[in-house]
């Protein structure tokens, strides 16, 4: 009996203090032996208890190593095999191994998710609609801007609105201030802009439909205060889910409402802010008020669903003034509904305070919601347990980055450094340094180290080629970039190198613009386009070049700096018609932009009509 005994209290005690291989990688990765943390990880992927969070806790692993391109079987290793992998979708939304940043996707795979995701019944519509959002822009950077827009589609954003402003913004102090369209919807209504000037409500001719409402193109203000407002047609009373993103400050009123409200100037994603509001049969009058400070591309994006962030189709904008009824619940205060991965990853963490990758997604819930503080202090509250963890002091190094706090970025960098000098992170950041400070021959004797133990990417090419310049050693730097651009061929500064290479060292023109041209087949990129147009001007193909431009301008018709651009070129040759038909394309869409005014004046002038110089 005592030997049955003490054989049962063997067996427990064995299961009771046997790590598994999932706890063995983290207890690697507290102390930086990433190689072992690696080996245990793909065990613990073979293991159903613990293969889901090993499978994730590998995409942290690779991405640290900048590796995470390495994994493409997202989909079938992960996606098909749990529950719900929606929150973990938008937790690692950016990151290569499933959607990538914004732009042209580089692997199937990615798109085959994006593919997977839009056709998912089950997921939640924020993912449904942003993964529309996603593909819209891959074909938009393929060049096949139909493609595009039909992606733009499924968004379902409200559109067709009304804009007025710019009203002053100094230190982010115009959201407590009434400037007067809360008040005054009506047509007729004038409001001093920030320049005292007399302003109405306008309407533009053609807006943006890319699945976002972005003001940067009617207003040419990177700080200001702007109202937008829709007039939004219900078929029925009916409950719906308010949700909002935006690039700034926000109010949002329903029927002169104030239902949403956020003073702190952010740049969220898609559905950040979401309450129950109830739509009432008819028109409803929507007013956004929108604030930013140094924000390059301010705009917002607000969609009407059902529970399941579904958008509702019925449910549409008009840009047209129309009677609405006033809200009589004032006072109501609506509460924000929390976002789904937020909550789902701190139950997670509730549930499993020492199980670290639900710090780092929540971590990263929390930064694309730019939700920093809390961020933060997740991060801090992990680096409790495990001090030396260099995933955990990578993503503080991202969340005070994102907070611009230099002070403490470079104490948490000297840290990294100390307890991991060979990582990725850390020789990139020290190569850069030493080239800053002009430091030529140790940051040569880094790259070489860092290529060695890394291998070669982008960063280090392009590196190799500022090194080779600064040392003049020219034959080298042609082959170099000569490779880098058969690697690359997409990447805009090799593009602009090999261009060079083949009209000043080869003296071939027409292989110099066949670079550009074989470019634009599969890309698109507005500044890359602008600058070869422009360069065929300077070279003589004028009629090139303006059919360029032409064509930026007929494909992006909400944007004025296209119409701009052509009005600029036809007032350098005298063609003053002409230039007048471009600035009052750019005008009726931005009608309070003082550089088109004057542009128009100068016109007007050359035209010897004083009246209408004086006019503008």
Same mark, same amino acid.
């Given at each position: ?117 839009? @056709? $998912?019944? %089950?997921?939640?519509?924020?993912? *449904?609609? /942003? ?7 891959? &074909?938009? =950077? ?54 005292? @000037? $007399?302003? %109405?409500?306008?309407?533009?001719? *053609?807006? /943006? ?7 940067? &193109?009617? =207003? ?397």
């Amino acid at each position: 009996m005592k030997n049955v005994f003490v054989a049962l209290l063997l067996v427990c005690g064995c299961s009771s203090f046997a790590q598994s291989n999932y706890e063995k990688a983290w207890n690697a990765l507290n102390k930086n032996y990433r190689a072992n943390a690696e080996k245990f990880l793909q065990q613990a992927m073979n293991d159903p208890a613990t293969a889901a969070d090993a499978f994730i806790t590998n995409i942290y692993l690779k991405t640290y190593n900048s590796k995470e391109s390495e994994i493409t079987d997202f989909s079938t290793s992960f996606y098909d095999k749990v529950s719900n992998p929606y929150p973990y979708i938008y937790a690692l939304w950016f990151n290569q191994a499933l959607l990538g940043p914004y732009g042209k996707k580089t692997s199937d795979n990615q798109l085959t998710l994006i593919d997977k995701l839009i @056709a $998912d019944p %089950k997921a939640p519509g924020t993912l *449904i609609a /942003a993964g529309n959002y996603q593909k819209g822009m891959h &074909y938009l =950077f393929s060049g096949d801007f139909a493609k595009a827009q039909s992606c733009y589609n499924q968004v379902g954003n409200i559109k067709n609105w009304q804009y007025t402003g710019p009203f002053e913004n100094l230190s982010e102090s115009g959201f407590y201030k009434d400037y007067g369209p809360f008040e005054h919807p009506e047509p007729t209504a004038v409001f001093k802009s920030l320049t005292n @000037a $007399d302003i %109405k409500w306008f309407t533009p001719p *053609i807006e /943006a439909k890319d699945g976002w409402t972005p003001v940067i &193109y009617q =207003f040419n203000n990177n700080t200001a205060v702007i109202y937008a407002q829709s007039f939004v047609t219900s078929p029925s009373d009916q409950t719906v889910y308010c949700n909002i993103g935006f690039s700034g400050s926000i109010k949002l009123w329903i029927n002169d409402e104030l239902i949403i409200s956020d003073p702190k100037p952010r740049v969220t994603e898609m559905d950040n802010s979401t309450v129950k509001y109830d739509l009432k049969k008819g028109v409803n009058r929507v007013l956004v008020q929108l604030g930013f400070t140094n924000i390059s591309y301010p705009n917002f994006t607000l969609r009407f669903t059902d529970e399941k962030y579904k958008a509702i189709a019925n449910i549409i904008g008009s840009s047209s003034f129309s009677a609405y009824p006033k809200n009589a619940n004032g006072n109501k205060k609506y509460e924000l509904i929390p976002n789904f991965a937020e909550k789902f990853f701190a139950q997670k963490i509730e549930k499993e305070p020492k199980n670290l990758v639900n710090y780092l997604l929540l971590a990263d819930v929390y930064l694309r919601n730019q939700k920093l503080l809390e961020a933060r202090d997740l991060i801090s509250a992990a680096l409790k347990s495990a001090p030396e963890n260099s995933l955990l002091r990578i993503k503080l190094l991202e969340v005070l980055n994102k907070q611009n706090n230099r002070t403490l970025f470079l104490e948490e960098l000297e840290k990294v450094k100390q307890a991991d000098p060979e990582s990725v992170l850390v020789l990139d950041l020290h190569i850069k340094e030493l080239y800053d400070n002009e430091k030529y021959d140790d940051c040569a004797a880094e790259l070489a180290n860092s290529i060695k133990l890394h291998g070669e990417d982008e960063f280090t090419g392009r590196y190799r080629i500022l090194l080779l310049i600064h040392d003049k050693k020219y034959d080298e730097l042609v082959k170099v970039a000569e490779k880098m651009y058969d690697k690359y061929p997409d990447n805009k500064d090799v593009l602009n190198i090999m261009y060079n290479i083949k009209k000043e060292v080869y003296k071939d023109n027409k292989g110099a613009q066949k670079i550009y041209d074989n470019y634009m087949k599969r890309n698109y990129d507005y500044g890359t386009y602008t600058k070869f147009a422009d360069i065929l001007i300077d070279q003589g193909n004028t009629k090139k070049g303006i059919e360029i431009k032409e064509k930026l301008a007929k494909t992006f018709p909400y944007a004025p700096v296209s119409f701009y651009n052509l009005s600029k070129y036809y007032y350098s040759t005298k063609e003053y018609d002409k230039a007048e038909n471009y600035i009052g394309k750019s005008l009726a869409l931005s009608p309070y932009n003082e550089s088109y005014w004057e542009e128009l004046g100068d016109i007007k002038n050359e035209k010897k009509d004083v009246a209408g110089a004086l006019d503008a």
